[in-house]
Protein backbone atom coordinates (compact mmCIF):
# COMPACT_ATOMS: atom_id res chain seq x y z
CA UNK A 1 0.00 0.00 0.00
CA UNK A 2 2.84 2.40 0.29
CA UNK A 3 4.82 1.52 -2.43
CA UNK A 4 1.77 2.45 -4.58
CA UNK A 5 0.95 5.72 -2.68
CA UNK A 6 5.04 6.45 -3.43
CA UNK A 7 4.51 5.66 -7.04
CA UNK A 8 0.85 7.80 -6.94
CA UNK A 9 3.14 10.54 -5.97
CA UNK A 10 6.01 10.54 -8.46
CA UNK A 11 3.56 10.35 -11.20
CA UNK A 12 2.30 13.60 -10.04
CA UNK A 13 5.15 15.20 -10.19
CA UNK A 14 6.54 14.32 -13.07
CA UNK A 15 2.84 15.15 -14.61
CA UNK A 16 3.09 19.00 -13.47
CA UNK A 17 5.38 20.33 -15.71
CA UNK A 18 3.71 18.75 -19.34
CA UNK A 19 0.43 19.53 -17.68
CA UNK A 20 1.71 23.04 -17.23
CA UNK A 21 2.58 23.30 -20.86
CA UNK A 22 -0.22 22.35 -22.14
CA UNK A 23 -2.00 24.91 -20.43
CA UNK A 24 0.31 27.62 -21.52
CA UNK A 25 0.09 26.54 -24.90
CA UNK A 26 -3.55 26.38 -25.03
CA UNK A 27 -3.86 30.21 -23.21
CA UNK A 28 -1.16 31.55 -26.01
CA UNK A 29 -3.39 29.37 -29.03
CA UNK A 30 -6.43 31.29 -27.67
CA UNK A 31 -4.23 34.58 -27.33
CA UNK A 32 -4.65 34.94 -23.21
CA UNK A 33 -1.57 34.90 -21.26
CA UNK A 34 0.87 31.89 -20.49
CA UNK A 35 1.13 30.35 -16.87
CA UNK A 36 4.30 31.54 -17.40
CA UNK A 37 4.27 35.44 -18.78
CA UNK A 38 2.49 38.16 -17.04
CA UNK A 39 -0.49 39.69 -18.94
CA UNK A 40 0.40 42.40 -20.82
CA UNK A 41 -1.15 46.07 -19.11
CA UNK A 42 -2.57 48.39 -21.90
CA UNK A 43 -1.18 51.41 -22.68
CA UNK A 44 -3.00 54.62 -21.58
CA UNK A 45 -3.89 56.94 -23.97
CA UNK A 46 -1.62 59.73 -25.17
CA UNK A 47 -2.27 63.45 -24.40
CA UNK A 48 -3.52 65.01 -27.78
CA UNK A 49 -2.84 69.02 -25.34
CA UNK A 50 -0.69 71.07 -26.38
CA UNK A 51 1.73 72.73 -24.32
CA UNK A 52 1.11 76.09 -23.77
CA UNK A 53 3.87 78.81 -23.25
CA UNK A 54 3.94 81.64 -20.64
CA UNK A 55 2.03 84.08 -20.79
CA UNK A 56 -0.25 82.11 -23.49
CA UNK A 57 -3.12 84.23 -24.65
CA UNK A 58 -5.74 82.36 -26.86
CA UNK A 59 -6.03 83.77 -30.53
CA UNK A 60 -8.00 83.02 -33.75
CA UNK A 61 -7.40 79.50 -35.26
CA UNK A 62 -6.53 77.92 -31.82
CA UNK A 63 -7.95 74.44 -31.25
CA UNK A 64 -9.51 74.71 -28.24
CA UNK A 65 -11.36 71.44 -25.57
CA UNK A 66 -14.24 72.48 -23.68
CA UNK A 67 -15.36 69.96 -20.88
CA UNK A 68 -18.37 70.00 -18.95
CA UNK A 69 -18.38 67.44 -15.30
CA UNK A 70 -21.16 65.04 -16.06
CA UNK A 71 -22.63 66.76 -19.25
CA UNK A 72 -20.90 65.69 -23.01
CA UNK A 73 -23.69 67.12 -24.64
CA UNK A 74 -22.33 70.87 -24.03
CA UNK A 75 -18.53 69.71 -24.16
CA UNK A 76 -16.07 69.43 -27.49
CA UNK A 77 -13.61 70.60 -29.37
CA UNK A 78 -13.85 74.51 -30.48
CA UNK A 79 -12.11 76.54 -33.20
CA UNK A 80 -11.42 80.27 -31.97
CA UNK A 81 -13.02 82.08 -35.33
CA UNK A 82 -11.70 85.25 -37.36
CA UNK A 83 -13.68 87.61 -35.32
CA UNK A 84 -12.29 85.81 -31.53
CA UNK A 85 -15.10 84.24 -30.38
CA UNK A 86 -16.50 80.39 -29.67
CA UNK A 87 -19.55 78.96 -30.27
CA UNK A 88 -20.52 75.94 -27.92
CA UNK A 89 -24.34 74.39 -27.78
CA UNK A 90 -27.13 76.03 -25.68
CA UNK A 91 -24.50 78.89 -25.12
CA UNK A 92 -24.10 82.32 -27.40
CA UNK A 93 -21.02 83.43 -28.67
CA UNK A 94 -18.43 83.41 -26.34
CA UNK A 95 -15.70 85.60 -26.63
CA UNK A 96 -12.05 83.89 -26.39
CA UNK A 97 -9.15 85.52 -27.97
CA UNK A 98 -7.06 87.72 -26.05
CA UNK A 99 -8.00 85.64 -22.90
CA UNK A 100 -6.16 82.99 -21.13
CA UNK A 101 -7.58 79.59 -20.65
CA UNK A 102 -8.80 80.21 -17.04
CA UNK A 103 -10.20 83.68 -17.88
CA UNK A 104 -12.25 81.71 -20.52
CA UNK A 105 -13.14 78.90 -17.99
CA UNK A 106 -14.84 81.89 -15.73
CA UNK A 107 -16.50 83.04 -18.63
CA UNK A 108 -18.10 79.69 -19.94
CA UNK A 109 -19.25 79.10 -16.00
CA UNK A 110 -21.18 82.32 -15.61
CA UNK A 111 -22.89 81.59 -19.27
CA UNK A 112 -23.56 77.90 -18.17
CA UNK A 113 -25.10 79.33 -14.67
CA UNK A 114 -28.50 80.41 -17.09
CA UNK A 115 -28.77 76.50 -18.15
CA UNK A 116 -27.14 74.37 -15.71
CA UNK A 117 -26.83 74.14 -11.67
CA UNK A 118 -23.20 74.56 -10.52
CA UNK A 119 -21.89 74.48 -14.20
CA UNK A 120 -18.21 73.27 -13.75
CA UNK A 121 -16.47 73.60 -17.12
CA UNK A 122 -12.78 73.04 -17.77
CA UNK A 123 -10.53 74.54 -20.92
CA UNK A 124 -7.77 72.92 -22.05
CA UNK A 125 -5.90 73.88 -25.09
CA UNK A 126 -5.45 71.44 -27.90
CA UNK A 127 -3.78 72.87 -30.78
CA UNK A 128 -2.49 76.52 -30.88
CA UNK A 129 -2.46 77.88 -34.26
CA UNK A 130 -2.79 81.68 -33.14
CA UNK A 131 0.85 82.35 -32.10
CA UNK A 132 2.70 82.87 -35.75
CA UNK A 133 5.80 84.39 -37.19
CA UNK A 134 6.91 84.88 -40.78
CA UNK A 135 10.04 84.63 -42.66
CA UNK A 136 10.33 85.75 -45.92
CA UNK A 137 13.20 86.66 -48.45
CA UNK A 138 17.00 84.49 -48.99
CA UNK A 139 16.62 81.51 -47.06
CA UNK A 140 15.76 77.80 -47.96
CA UNK A 141 12.45 77.95 -46.53
CA UNK A 142 10.41 80.70 -46.21
CA UNK A 143 6.77 80.51 -44.73
CA UNK A 144 5.53 80.63 -41.39
CA UNK A 145 6.07 79.06 -38.42
CA UNK A 146 4.11 78.39 -35.28
CA UNK A 147 5.57 79.61 -31.54
CA UNK A 148 5.07 77.00 -29.48
CA UNK A 149 7.71 78.08 -27.16
CA UNK A 150 10.23 80.79 -26.69
CA UNK A 151 12.18 81.19 -30.22
CA UNK A 152 15.01 83.56 -31.46
CA UNK A 153 15.80 84.91 -34.70
CA UNK A 154 18.98 82.44 -35.05
CA UNK A 155 16.30 79.68 -34.30
CA UNK A 156 13.73 80.66 -36.84
CA UNK A 157 16.62 80.95 -39.50
CA UNK A 158 17.65 77.70 -38.59
CA UNK A 159 13.99 76.21 -39.07
CA UNK A 160 13.97 77.88 -42.28
CA UNK A 161 16.73 76.29 -43.77
CA UNK A 162 19.32 79.04 -43.33
CA UNK A 163 20.55 81.32 -45.54
CA UNK A 164 20.55 80.58 -49.82
CA UNK A 165 23.73 81.62 -51.32
CA UNK A 166 23.44 85.38 -51.84
CA UNK A 167 21.46 86.17 -48.81
CA UNK A 168 22.87 89.36 -47.14
CA UNK A 169 23.41 87.69 -43.48
CA UNK A 170 24.29 91.36 -41.86
CA UNK A 171 21.30 93.32 -43.40
CA UNK A 172 17.91 91.08 -41.89
CA UNK A 173 15.61 92.90 -40.11
CA UNK A 174 12.64 92.13 -37.86
CA UNK A 175 9.13 93.80 -38.79
CA UNK A 176 7.23 93.93 -35.66
CA UNK A 177 4.20 95.65 -34.27
CA UNK A 178 4.91 97.92 -30.94
CA UNK A 179 1.65 99.65 -29.53
CA UNK A 180 0.22 100.16 -32.79
CA UNK A 181 3.15 101.64 -34.90
CA UNK A 182 5.39 99.45 -37.12
CA UNK A 183 9.62 99.39 -35.90
CA UNK A 184 12.55 98.00 -37.05
CA UNK A 185 15.26 95.79 -35.26
CA UNK A 186 18.48 94.80 -37.21
CA UNK A 187 20.20 91.58 -37.42
CA UNK A 188 23.81 90.98 -38.31
CA UNK A 189 24.32 87.09 -38.70
CA UNK A 190 27.81 87.44 -38.62
CA UNK A 191 28.08 89.60 -35.79
CA UNK A 192 25.92 86.75 -33.40
CA UNK A 193 27.44 84.33 -34.79
CA UNK A 194 31.04 85.92 -33.52
CA UNK A 195 29.39 86.98 -29.89
CA UNK A 196 29.18 90.01 -30.92
CA UNK A 197 26.00 92.30 -30.05
CA UNK A 198 24.34 89.53 -28.69
CA UNK A 199 21.45 91.30 -27.64
CA UNK A 200 20.37 91.24 -31.34
CA UNK A 201 19.41 87.94 -31.12
CA UNK A 202 15.78 88.80 -29.55
CA UNK A 203 13.07 86.52 -29.01
CA UNK A 204 10.12 86.40 -31.07
CA UNK A 205 6.64 87.84 -30.76
CA UNK A 206 3.25 86.45 -32.68
CA UNK A 207 3.39 88.35 -35.63
CA UNK A 208 6.93 89.34 -36.22
CA UNK A 209 8.55 89.14 -40.08
CA UNK A 210 11.69 88.89 -40.28
CA UNK A 211 12.67 89.83 -44.22
CA UNK A 212 16.56 88.47 -45.09
CA UNK A 213 17.32 90.48 -48.25
Do not use: C
Not at 46 to 65: H, K, M, N, Q, R
Not at 97 to 113: F, Y
Not at 117 to 136: C, G, H, M, W, Y
Amino acid sequence: MQRLAIAAVVFVLAASPVLSAEASAEAAAQGGPSASTPAARPRGAESTLAATPGGYIIGPEDVLTIMFWKDKDMSGDVIVRPDGKISTPLLNDIQAAGLTPEELRVRINQEAANFLEDPNATVLVKQINSRKVFITGEVEKPGVYTLTGPMTVLQLIANAGGFKEYAKRDAVVIMRSDAGRQVQLPFDYTEVLHGKKLQQNVELKPGDTVVVP
